[in-house]
């Protein structure tokens, strides 16, 4: 067993989560105060990206996929494994998304482009580092340049 506590919470943004636009929106993510002081975000300020890491927790567990799906339910697109895509639909519920660092103000930090919604509990907070991302060309089938169109 894993046992996980939030590090904080999504404090605006989307209240529910549509599939596209989400380039434009921004969120603040509270740590929890009684866990974290304001130097838990130091520094944080220097970086123009961070790696967000929630918990899609509006998903029941009847709704929770371990098999092959078509992404979105389109037809057109392949059925691939839930690991072979990005859905919230996931054995662990775990979200991941890069955004940008709009401000770091106490225990808060302030976002653009978190594609979490309000109220999410966030597991972790990284910054984005070049060394980290990956080396050479990146591969992905045609219909994720597809599915990705519209989604920033």
Not at 17 to 30: L, P, T
Request: hydrophobic share 40%; proline share 7%; with cysteine.
């Amino acid at each position: 067993m894993i046992a996980m506590a939030p590090v904080g919470h999504v404090r605006g943004g989307r209240s529910e989560a549509v599939d596209d636009d989400w380039g434009a929106s921004r969120a603040r993510i509270d740590l929890d105060p009684a866990r974290f002081g304001p130097d838990a975000l130091a520094g944080l300020d220097g970086f123009s990206h961070v790696e967000v890491i929630f918990v899609f927790d509006r998903v029941g567990e009847d709704e929770i996929t371990t098999g092959a799906r078509h992404p979105r339910g389109n037809t057109a697109w392949p059925k691939v494994g839930i690991f072979a895509q990005r859905g919230k639909n996931r054995p662990n519920r775990i979200g991941l998304c890069t955004c940008r660092v709009i401000a770091v103000d106490g225990l808060a930090l302030d976002v653009e482009g978190l594609d979490a919604i309000d109220g999410s509990p966030v597991l972790d907070i990284k910054p984005l580092m070049k060394g980290f991302q990956p080396r050479g060309e990146i591969r992905e089938p045609a219909w994720v340049e597809e599915i990705m169109k519209d989604y920033w």
